[in-house]
């Protein structure tokens, strides 16, 4: 299995912008959640899906951000508009089920000028 | 709020020194804790530990979980220069909700 896969890696845009970021969980695997990492402030949870739908959203920090999970292979996390402040690494991971541990994507680095 | 505090925050060591690493929450529903292990990418899976006072091994790492403190310890015996890393501690709830700590950086130093 190729594992969780997230594109692009690597994302470079102007504040105002529209940013999509995609994931492609483990196939089979029926939850899938989005992260946030910054020096400042670690990881944090935006939003998780179960079985494609989104169950806690209460980590999306404002109205700007938007996630979708339209299929079991496939979601987005969109920001529009992009600001300076959103830079930073978003990682999706998928897991089996609430009893087992989370595998992680590689990430996508935002960097919002 | 739930919360995880992770200590110490940074470490610096020498090959073959043992570390232990701590984790404390306070969470509502406590479900499970996971130890990951962040290089330069991604975390990647240590440990997850839903009962109190079993031992979870792997090589030279070990984790157990005390729910009556609240808290788990992750061992590092032997260390070698391959294990600096940040390690992260995870609670996570009957909601499914997971709470990340700030993670330890660990420096091993040959």
């Known amino acids: 299995d190729a594992g969780v896969i997230q594109s692009p890696r690597h994302e470079v845009t102007e504040m105002g912008q529209e940013v999509t970021l995609r994931c492609k969980p483990i196939?089979?695997?029926?939850?899938l959640f989005w992260y946030r990492q910054t020096m400042m402030r670690g990881l944090e949870l935006l939003i998780y899906?179960?079985?494609?739908?989104?169950?806690?959203d209460s980590g999306m920090p404002e109205d700007r951000f938007s996630a979708k999970m339209p299929n079991a292979s496939f979601s987005t996390l969109k920001i529009q508009p992009s600001e300076p402040r959103d830079s930073a690494v978003y990682f999706c991971?998928?897991?089996?089920?609430?009893?087992?541990?989370?595998?992680f994507g590689p990430g996508t680095r935002l960097t919002v000028l | 709020e739930d919360k995880v505090v992770q200590s110490p925050l940074s470490l610096v060591v020498h090959e073959g020194d043992t570390v232990t690493l701590n984790c404390s929450y306070e969470?509502?529903?406590?479900?499970?804790l996971l130890w990951y292990k962040q290089e330069k990418k991604a975390p990647t899976f240590l440990f997850m530990l839903?009962?109190?006072?079993i031992e979870k091994k792997s090589g030279r790492l070990s984790s157990i979980l005390d729910k009556k403190e609240l808290s788990s310890i992750l061992n590092i015996t032997a260390t070698q220069t391959g294990d600096s890393a940040i390690y992260l501690c995870?609670?996570?709830?009957?909601?499914?909700?997971?709470?990340f700590g700030p993670g330890t950086r660990l420096s091993v130093l040959p």
């Open positions: 991971a998928s897991s089996p089920g609430r009893e087992h541990e989370q595998f």
């Open positions: 196939s089979g695997h029926n939850s």
């Open positions: 995870a609670v996570g709830d009957y909601g499914q909700n997971f709470v």
């Open positions: 839903t009962s109190s006072g």
């Open positions: 969470v509502t529903n406590f479900r499970s």
């Open positions: 899906f179960n079985n494609n739908v989104p169950i806690d």
